[in-house]
Protein backbone atom coordinates (compact mmCIF):
# COMPACT_ATOMS: atom_id res chain seq x y z
CA UNK A 1 0.00 0.00 0.00
CA UNK A 2 3.12 2.17 0.99
CA UNK A 3 5.10 1.29 -2.43
CA UNK A 4 2.23 2.69 -4.70
CA UNK A 5 1.01 5.82 -1.97
CA UNK A 6 -2.46 4.05 -1.02
CA UNK A 7 -4.27 4.75 2.58
CA UNK A 8 -5.24 1.53 4.10
CA UNK A 9 -8.67 2.20 5.60
CA UNK A 10 -8.69 -0.11 8.92
CA UNK A 11 -12.52 0.32 9.56
CA UNK A 12 -12.84 -1.14 5.76
CA UNK A 13 -10.22 -4.08 6.44
CA UNK A 14 -10.41 -7.38 7.07
CA UNK A 15 -7.63 -9.65 7.94
CA UNK A 16 -8.81 -13.74 7.14
CA UNK A 17 -6.00 -16.63 7.43
CA UNK A 18 -6.72 -19.33 4.55
CA UNK A 19 -5.91 -22.61 5.14
CA UNK A 20 -6.41 -26.11 6.59
CA UNK A 21 -7.68 -26.67 10.33
CA UNK A 22 -4.35 -27.76 11.32
CA UNK A 23 -2.85 -24.51 9.64
CA UNK A 24 -5.50 -22.22 10.93
CA UNK A 25 -4.40 -23.51 14.29
CA UNK A 26 -0.60 -21.60 14.20
CA UNK A 27 -1.31 -18.26 13.58
CA UNK A 28 -0.91 -16.11 16.86
CA UNK A 29 -3.83 -14.19 16.77
CA UNK A 30 -3.33 -11.95 20.01
CA UNK A 31 0.91 -11.01 18.43
CA UNK A 32 -1.05 -9.85 15.42
CA UNK A 33 -4.13 -7.63 17.44
CA UNK A 34 -1.27 -6.06 19.08
CA UNK A 35 0.31 -5.44 16.12
CA UNK A 36 -2.94 -4.09 13.89
CA UNK A 37 -5.27 -3.26 16.78
CA UNK A 38 -7.27 -1.59 14.17
CA UNK A 39 -7.79 -4.26 11.99
CA UNK A 40 -11.00 -6.76 12.27
CA UNK A 41 -10.44 -10.63 12.50
CA UNK A 42 -12.97 -12.94 10.95
CA UNK A 43 -13.63 -16.53 9.67
CA UNK A 44 -15.15 -15.34 6.92
CA UNK A 45 -16.44 -12.59 4.76
CA UNK A 46 -18.10 -11.29 1.95
CA UNK A 47 -16.76 -10.26 -1.18
CA UNK A 48 -18.71 -9.76 -4.33
CA UNK A 49 -21.60 -11.92 -3.63
CA UNK A 50 -19.57 -14.63 -2.79
CA UNK A 51 -18.78 -16.11 0.71
CA UNK A 52 -15.58 -17.08 1.31
CA UNK A 53 -14.65 -18.91 4.78
CA UNK A 54 -11.31 -19.80 6.56
CA UNK A 55 -11.57 -23.11 5.38
CA UNK A 56 -12.69 -22.80 1.57
CA UNK A 57 -15.67 -24.93 2.24
CA UNK A 58 -18.08 -22.69 0.80
CA UNK A 59 -20.60 -24.16 3.14
CA UNK A 60 -21.82 -20.61 4.36
CA UNK A 61 -22.15 -19.67 0.94
CA UNK A 62 -23.89 -22.22 -0.28
CA UNK A 63 -26.17 -21.93 2.36
CA UNK A 64 -26.67 -18.36 1.72
CA UNK A 65 -27.42 -19.16 -1.83
CA UNK A 66 -29.75 -22.01 -1.34
CA UNK A 67 -31.85 -19.46 1.12
CA UNK A 68 -31.71 -17.10 -1.71
CA UNK A 69 -32.75 -19.06 -4.46
CA UNK A 70 -35.77 -21.02 -2.44
CA UNK A 71 -37.24 -17.36 -1.84
CA UNK A 72 -36.88 -16.91 -5.08
CA UNK A 73 -38.90 -19.37 -6.12
CA UNK A 74 -41.69 -18.98 -3.78
CA UNK A 75 -42.02 -15.45 -5.26
CA UNK A 76 -42.47 -16.90 -8.32
CA UNK A 77 -44.87 -19.95 -7.24
CA UNK A 78 -47.18 -16.95 -7.02
CA UNK A 79 -47.12 -15.70 -10.44
CA UNK A 80 -47.03 -18.79 -12.68
CA UNK A 81 -50.15 -19.15 -13.77
CA UNK A 82 -50.15 -15.77 -14.44
CA UNK A 83 -47.34 -15.86 -17.91
CA UNK A 84 -46.82 -18.62 -20.71
CA UNK A 85 -44.85 -21.34 -19.76
CA UNK A 86 -41.92 -20.51 -22.35
CA UNK A 87 -41.89 -16.86 -20.26
CA UNK A 88 -42.42 -18.11 -16.99
CA UNK A 89 -39.35 -20.68 -18.15
CA UNK A 90 -37.88 -17.85 -18.54
CA UNK A 91 -37.74 -15.72 -15.97
CA UNK A 92 -36.85 -19.07 -13.41
CA UNK A 93 -33.43 -19.10 -15.37
CA UNK A 94 -32.89 -15.76 -15.01
CA UNK A 95 -33.72 -15.46 -11.14
CA UNK A 96 -32.29 -19.19 -10.30
CA UNK A 97 -29.92 -20.46 -12.80
CA UNK A 98 -27.91 -16.96 -12.99
CA UNK A 99 -27.35 -17.48 -9.07
CA UNK A 100 -26.51 -21.00 -9.07
CA UNK A 101 -24.31 -20.06 -12.13
CA UNK A 102 -22.89 -17.09 -10.50
CA UNK A 103 -18.94 -17.36 -9.84
CA UNK A 104 -19.41 -21.58 -9.77
CA UNK A 105 -16.07 -22.18 -10.99
CA UNK A 106 -15.03 -21.59 -7.25
CA UNK A 107 -16.86 -24.98 -6.77
CA UNK A 108 -14.75 -27.26 -8.73
CA UNK A 109 -13.52 -29.96 -6.46
CA UNK A 110 -16.03 -29.61 -3.69
CA UNK A 111 -17.62 -32.98 -2.58
CA UNK A 112 -20.34 -33.76 -4.51
CA UNK A 113 -22.21 -34.25 -1.02
CA UNK A 114 -21.46 -30.46 -0.51
CA UNK A 115 -23.17 -29.43 -4.05
CA UNK A 116 -26.43 -31.53 -2.96
CA UNK A 117 -28.25 -28.59 -1.42
CA UNK A 118 -27.73 -26.73 -4.93
CA UNK A 119 -29.11 -29.75 -6.74
CA UNK A 120 -32.06 -29.53 -4.96
CA UNK A 121 -33.07 -26.19 -5.76
CA UNK A 122 -32.27 -26.73 -9.41
CA UNK A 123 -34.71 -29.58 -9.81
CA UNK A 124 -37.01 -27.60 -7.90
CA UNK A 125 -36.31 -25.15 -9.76
CA UNK A 126 -37.62 -27.35 -12.88
CA UNK A 127 -40.33 -28.96 -11.01
CA UNK A 128 -41.80 -25.66 -10.73
CA UNK A 129 -41.85 -25.04 -14.54
CA UNK A 130 -43.12 -28.44 -15.09
CA UNK A 131 -45.62 -28.07 -12.45
CA UNK A 132 -44.88 -31.34 -10.82
CA UNK A 133 -44.67 -32.89 -7.53
CA UNK A 134 -41.98 -31.79 -4.51
CA UNK A 135 -40.78 -35.68 -5.15
CA UNK A 136 -41.28 -36.85 -9.32
CA UNK A 137 -38.67 -37.67 -11.22
CA UNK A 138 -36.92 -34.98 -12.49
CA UNK A 139 -33.93 -35.66 -14.35
CA UNK A 140 -35.36 -36.57 -17.52
CA UNK A 141 -37.53 -33.27 -18.15
CA UNK A 142 -34.42 -31.19 -17.33
CA UNK A 143 -32.26 -32.68 -19.59
CA UNK A 144 -34.93 -33.46 -22.27
CA UNK A 145 -36.89 -30.75 -22.08
CA UNK A 146 -34.99 -27.90 -20.73
CA UNK A 147 -31.54 -28.91 -21.60
CA UNK A 148 -29.99 -28.18 -18.22
CA UNK A 149 -27.13 -29.56 -17.05
CA UNK A 150 -26.54 -31.26 -12.94
CA UNK A 151 -24.93 -28.70 -11.14
CA UNK A 152 -21.56 -30.45 -11.42
CA UNK A 153 -21.67 -30.36 -15.20
CA UNK A 154 -23.01 -26.67 -15.13
CA UNK A 155 -19.36 -25.97 -12.97
CA UNK A 156 -16.87 -28.29 -15.22
CA UNK A 157 -19.06 -26.44 -18.16
CA UNK A 158 -18.25 -23.29 -16.61
CA UNK A 159 -14.62 -23.84 -16.49
CA UNK A 160 -14.04 -25.24 -19.99
CA UNK A 161 -15.65 -22.08 -21.26
CA UNK A 162 -13.09 -20.02 -19.65
CA UNK A 163 -10.62 -22.31 -20.97
CA UNK A 164 -11.48 -21.65 -24.11
CA UNK A 165 -12.04 -17.97 -24.14
CA UNK A 166 -8.96 -18.14 -22.85
CA UNK A 167 -7.06 -19.86 -25.42
CA UNK A 168 -9.14 -17.46 -27.95
CA UNK A 169 -7.68 -14.71 -26.38
CA UNK A 170 -11.41 -13.08 -25.49
CA UNK A 171 -10.71 -13.37 -21.78
CA UNK A 172 -9.41 -10.94 -19.27
CA UNK A 173 -6.00 -10.31 -20.27
CA UNK A 174 -4.85 -12.01 -16.64
CA UNK A 175 -6.61 -15.54 -17.39
CA UNK A 176 -5.33 -15.54 -21.44
CA UNK A 177 -1.99 -14.82 -19.87
CA UNK A 178 -2.23 -17.26 -17.36
CA UNK A 179 -2.78 -20.35 -19.18
CA UNK A 180 -1.36 -20.75 -22.21
CA UNK A 181 -0.19 -23.93 -24.66
CA UNK A 182 3.15 -25.70 -23.98
CA UNK A 183 5.88 -24.77 -26.50
CA UNK A 184 7.21 -27.45 -29.00
CA UNK A 185 9.13 -25.60 -31.55
CA UNK A 186 12.32 -25.84 -30.29
CA UNK A 187 12.25 -29.77 -30.36
CA UNK A 188 12.00 -32.06 -32.98
CA UNK A 189 9.02 -34.22 -31.20
CA UNK A 190 5.96 -32.98 -30.05
CA UNK A 191 5.50 -32.75 -26.47
CA UNK A 192 3.57 -35.56 -24.59
CA UNK A 193 1.45 -32.88 -23.33
CA UNK A 194 0.80 -31.10 -26.32
CA UNK A 195 -0.58 -34.34 -27.68
CA UNK A 196 -2.74 -34.40 -24.40
CA UNK A 197 -3.83 -30.70 -24.79
CA UNK A 198 -2.28 -29.87 -21.42
CA UNK A 199 -2.12 -26.12 -20.78
CA UNK A 200 0.81 -24.80 -18.85
CA UNK A 201 -0.11 -22.36 -15.99
CA UNK A 202 1.97 -19.75 -13.67
CA UNK A 203 0.59 -22.35 -10.76
CA UNK A 204 2.55 -25.30 -9.65
CA UNK A 205 1.42 -27.96 -12.63
CA UNK A 206 -0.31 -28.20 -15.72
CA UNK A 207 -4.54 -27.77 -16.43
Avoid at 17 to 39: A, C, N, R, V
Avoid at 126 to 154: C, G, N, Q
Avoid at 166 to 175: D, N, T, W
Wanted: proline share 4%; glycine share 2%; with cysteine.
Amino acid sequence: MSVNRLCLNADKTQLIWFGTKQQLTKPDYSSLTEMFPSFSYSSSFRDLGVTLDSSLTFTEHISSLTRSCYFQLRRLRAIRRSVLPSVFTTIVHAFICSRLDYCNSLLAGLPKLRLTALQSVLNAAARLIARLLKFDHISTYMSEVLHWFPIALRIRYKILFLVSKSQLRLAPKYLSDFMRKPLSTSSLRSLHSEDRLDLLSLGPGPL
